[in-house]
């Protein structure tokens, strides 16, 4: 009987502990590395998975700053999150040492946005950046073809972030030019490097200076976007801009009567953050998770203003 009576209690133990980690709340760290609309709407979808699975979610933001990556990075470790959902600076190299710290420990990597080269993170979700660029460069080719046609030399100049993330910046700006590269006479002339808008307006307009003649603008983020249409604005040139990343100012250019920005393509942020988090809860809680996930995107141009006005309704 007394035996009997052991094993029950093990048994009542055992089930108490399971339920209790069914029911623990569990602390997730999710970080970006700069304050724009995109970051802030991965930030949100967490935010939407956090409040539905009553995870307790800490945020922080890296300011473009690698020192400032491995210093969040090591301070979450020391704290004991449970996971680590993060978009790097560097995830070829210098982002690698401090989440892997973070892995050794027991808590849970996943990556969003880019790709670490390591493959300790148990997810990552992310757009193919390749595809984002093609997707501009559809548009702009059936541009060409519509306004340039017989053109004898097609001015392209470039507005990438190569400077701050070489790998993203260059297979969007590989997709676009896979797509307009061997139309005749297309040329490019000018290539600059900036993230932020501020700094690309600046960039984009030097670029126009040095050749008067410039026929289009494709830059590879929303920085460079907003930067090279604000440039042909204060221009007062009509050079058409092709883009990457949607958002309301952006939406806001597409509808203009200006016809500077001709089309841009946007990731799913919302839904690449919800994903990530979504899959940094069911690794917590030892269910099966996807190791790589691609959000499709989404290209609008100006010539479908009705599909404009859908997006318009999902950004505030």
């Known amino acids: 009987m007394k035996k009997f009576v052991t094993v029950c209690v093990a048994a009542l133990c ?143 100049g470039i507005i990438n972030y190569k400077a701050q993330l070489p790998p993203e910046s260059n297979a969007r700006q590989d997709g676009f030019w896979g797509e307009i590269k061997d139309i005749p006479g297309v040329k490019l002339v000018a290539e600059a490097s900036s993230p932020v808008a501020e700094e690309a307006i600046k960039k984009a307009a030097d670029i126009i200076t040095a050749n008067p003649d410039l026929d289009m603008f494709f830059a590879c983020n929303n920085g460079g976007t907003i930067g090279a249409v604000l440039a042909v604005k204060n221009s007062g040139k009509k050079i058409p801009v092709f883009g990457i990343d949607l958002d309301k100012q952006m939406v806001g250019f597409l509808k203009s009567k200006d016809d500077i920005l001709q089309a841009s393509t946007a990731q799913d942020p919302v839904k690449i953050g919800a994903l990530a988090m979504e899959n940094a809860v069911k690794a917590l809680k030892n269910e099966p998770v996807e190791k790589k996930i691609i959000v499709p995107g989404l290209t609008l141009t100006r010539t479908d203003p009705a599909a404009i006005a859908e997006y318009a309704k999902t950004v505030k």
């Open 14 to 156: 055992l089930g108490a502990s399971l339920a209790h980690a069914a029911d623990k709340k569990f602390t997730i760290a999710g970080i970006v590395f700069q304050e724009d609309q995109f970051m802030k709407s991965t930030l949100l979808g967490m935010k939407q998975v956090a409040d539905k699975e009553g995870v307790n979610l800490l945020t922080a933001n890296t300011s473009n700053q690698i020192s400032k990556e491995v210093q969040v990075v090591n301070t979450y470790t020391a704290r004991g999150v449970d996971a680590i959902v993060i978009t790097y600076l560097d995830p070829a190299a210098a982002s690698i040492p401090a989440v892997k710290a973070a892995a050794d420990k027991g808590i849970k990597i996943v990556s969003f946005n880019n790709t670490l080269a390591a493959d300790f993170p148990v997810s990552t979700v992310q757009s193919d950046n390749s595809l984002l660029g093609a997707g501009s460069g559809k548009a702009a080719a059936e541009y060409i073809k519509t306004h340039y046609a017989g053109k004898k030399e097609i001015k392209v």
